[in-house]
């Protein structure tokens, strides 16, 4: 039994849920004992017979877990290659033209060609609507003014 649960273990930890090491080791401390068993109960030809039968089917299993085909099920395999804006590279520059879609109190959303951005002005109010251009970009920020 023992060398059946230590085989199960094993199995588990290199086809089902690889990367667990507790698991693994758990089924090769079962199968350890299980052979040590074998060896002190039933002496040395059946330990022999039971030690290189478990060696066999562990590296059975440990070779059908790694092949590339079933390492693909479990890995990650795709390649991300998207990106994030980098807010110290702006991408609206001082000059750029946009109409504002919000109020700007002095905080609001304008619309430069197709790109929404959160502005500020330097303290004015500018109602919806308003054709605006990019004074500066202060950090973080994209400070603009009214162009009526």
Do not use: C
Not at 69 to 86: E, F
């Amino acid at each position: 039994m023992l060398l059946l649960f230590g085989l199960l273990f094993l199995a588990a930890e290199v086809v089902f849920i690889p990367g667990t090491t507790i698991v693994g080791l758990i089924g090769f401390a079962l199968l350890a004992a299980g052979v040590w068993f074998a060896y002190r109960d039933f002496g040395s030809a059946t330990g022999h017979i039971l030690l290189l039968s478990s060696l066999a089917v562990t590296g059975l299993m440990v070779y059908i877990g790694l092949k590339p085909k079933n390492m693909a099920r479990v890995a990650l395999t795709d390649v991300n290659n998207s990106h994030v804006r980098d807010a110290r590279l702006p991408d609206v520059q001082p000059g750029t033209m946009g109409r504002t879609l919000s109020a700007l109190r002095p905080a609001g959303t304008v619309l430069f060609e197709e790109n929404r951005r959160e502005v500020t002005t330097r303290g004015e109010f500018v109602p919806a609507g308003t054709e605006v251009r990019v004074l500066r970009i202060e950090q973080n920020r994209i400070v603009v003014e009214s162009v009526a």
